[in-house]
């Protein structure tokens, strides 16, 4: 079976939730919205404390060629926009908050286009639908996909790889998707084919995954036969772009580069989706499917959630925590980012929320010995680093050397961490070093 070089199997603990359907959750009474939640520059608020809002209504907008536009999700009024925990930045972020008036009334703009009109739209027009509906990037980067899909004029793109991995362990929602809404996804692909201009697009799917490898392919031969599914081995991190140009194209990025240098794009089953709702519902990014689960929450499940609700209420609409939960991540346990309040929003990035109790957890929580030398790190790191190595440099602050040694391509998938028996932080020391080599660079830069 198609697959990368190197990478890890670690337990997949999909079982907690894979079996539950996507439920609605109920409207929030409250929502906060970041204006960053996405790569590039925070979108520049366009309302006001007291302003009346819809579901839909713009409330902040790209500020930038690399930056997305923010919507409102629920209707209501703004209380404030004030600095609010961030699940995927270490600081407050600026934050739209808007209290619901528990009506749900959508932006009265908003119309909807048959398959048949979405066909006769240009490239063009359909890049500014993207863009104008905020959608990024829903696998966790939030790449703005306006900008994703306008890739330089002398790239030649002859692939787009719709990414249905989903390789971290725990979470299910794009597996959920790919079940339940497979028409959307199919064609959601075909439309950003049309953007790149192509006539054909793949989906690579993990092969644990067979109910949606089987709703998959049955319902591209329905309704658009150049979709063609990929079975990929079920193998961490299959799901990270690079790695799934490689097991499927045979091509590498080049270090420091982007999937367009090899002529591929790749994008996320849910953002497929979303850019099929955006342009047949004229819907903007307001909501997502989140995974809530682990061994940590009561009732794990799949829920269709509007950005912004706060992670409190998910947890509660799940049956609450357990009494000995101790950890909770925003994302999966290899690449997530542990939380120290429950009062973060969903943001378009959520893809999950993972409770543990000690159970399921994937690293060494023992303390770090010496490096036994045995190199397994090397074998097994997907970007044909020198972990070790580079850890090592990164511990004793010996940033050139690091930089040398390709410390900046390192994608902190975590699995070197998860594989060293001698439970070396490796991924935490490589943060450590690009941090440092980022705070240089600005420090050098502001005094130009
Ligand atoms: S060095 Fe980076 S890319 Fe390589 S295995 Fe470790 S975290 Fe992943
Ligand atoms: S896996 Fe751990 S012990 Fe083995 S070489 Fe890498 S850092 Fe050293």
Redesign the pocket.
Known sequence: MITFRGGIHPPEFKELAESKPIEVMPLPGKVVIPLSQHTGAPAKPVVASGDVVKTGSLIGEAAGFISASVHSSISGKVASIEPWPHPALPFPVNSVIIESDGEDTHDDTIKARSDRQIEALSPKKIKDLICNAGIVGLGGAAFPTAVKVSPPPDAKIDTLIINGAECEPFLTADDRLMRERPEGIIKGAKILARVLGLGKAYIAIEHNKPDAIKIMTETARAIWSEAEVIKVKTKYPQGAEKQLISAILKRDVPCGGLPFMVGAVVQNTGTAFAVYEALSKDKPLYERVVTVTGPGIREPKNLLVRIGTLCAELVSYCGGLKPDTNKFISGGPMMGIAQSTLDVPVIKGTSGLLFLNGKGMLFKTSPEVNCLRCGK?VG????R?V?CE?ARMAEYEKLEEAENWGILD????????FICPSGRR??QW?KYGKNLIFAERSRKKEKK
């Open positions: 790190c097994i790191c997907p970007m680093l972990p580079i390192c994608m902190e998938c975590g699995s070197c961490a490796l991924v490589i």
